[in-house]
């Protein structure tokens, strides 16, 4: 089966402390997207990548990093620098030019107190 | 700066009872227009991409229509199963720009 996959699900962690969401696709897309849902906003850009070894922030990327090592996996790091990490995590993905469709993950909730 | 707006926020139907969500945007040059479905909880799920005025696409129950302002997603003899928040996105034509600017969606209730 084609698709995302993130993980985990669920993801606690207390304030102070950094923490690595997982995005993997199979899709064979060159694109790859984060993005940050809070209530009563539309998603918001935090970084993408279109090729390997490449990315570049969006409008939040502050107190966010990432890596583009394989074409397949976008791993997120939300570091203690950003303010209010509380959020539905999705991360997507796009064939690239030839295709602009974004295809979403399930996504990440994370929680932090 | 590019602006997508949605109305009604929210809208409850019967069972049956057609009706059309709206999607308002502003944008240098429209590369696209998307629509996708969000269940609670899950990520969005695509619909529809719209390109130009004047093009619709159809699935199922819904139809998109696209204008040089605007987008419509209508419902037709709608389902419990149609119930969902509706997201529109709109996407810049700049190559390069890969940047989605998303509205704050339309959350539907089809009521039995």
């Known amino acids: 089966d084609g698709g995302i996959t993130q993980s985990p699900k669920y993801l606690f962690r207390k304030e102070g402390q950094n923490v690595t969401l997982s995005c993997e696709q199979n899709l064979n897309h060159d694109a790859m997207y984060w993005y940050r849902q809070d209530p009563g906003q539309g998603l918001r850009l935090i970084y993408y990548?279109?090729?390997?070894?490449?990315?570049q922030k969006g409008d939040i990327a502050e107190g966010y990093s990432v890596s583009r090592e394989k074409k397949e996996s976008f791993p997120l790091t939300v570091t203690s620098a950003q303010k209010n990490p509380t959020a539905f995590y999705l991360c997507?993905?796009?064939?690239?030019?030839?295709?602009?469709?974004?295809?979403f993950g399930p996504g990440t909730r994370l929680t932090v107190t | 700066e590019d602006q997508v707006t949605q109305s009604p926020e929210a809208l409850r139907l019967q069972e049956g009872e057609s009706s059309s969500l709206n999607c308002s945007y502003t944008v240098s040059g429209l590369r696209g227009l998307f629509w996708y479905r969000q269940d609670p909880g899950k990520g969005p799920e695509f619909l529809f991409t719209l390109y130009s005025a004047g093009e619709e696409k159809e699935k199922e129950r819904l139809k998109a229509t696209l204008t040089k302002k605007e987008s419509f997603l209508h419902i037709t003899a709608p389902k419990p199963e149609d119930s969902a928040t509706y997201l529109c996105?709109?996407?810049?034509?700049?190559?390069?720009?890969?940047?989605?600017?998303f509205g704050t969606g339309t959350r539907l209730t089809i009521i039995p």
């Open positions: 997507a993905s796009s064939i690239g030019e030839t295709g602009i469709e974004q295809y």
């Open positions: 990548s279109q090729i390997v070894n490449d990315f």
């Open positions: 996105a709109v996407r810049r034509a700049n190559f390069g720009n890969e940047k989605l600017t």
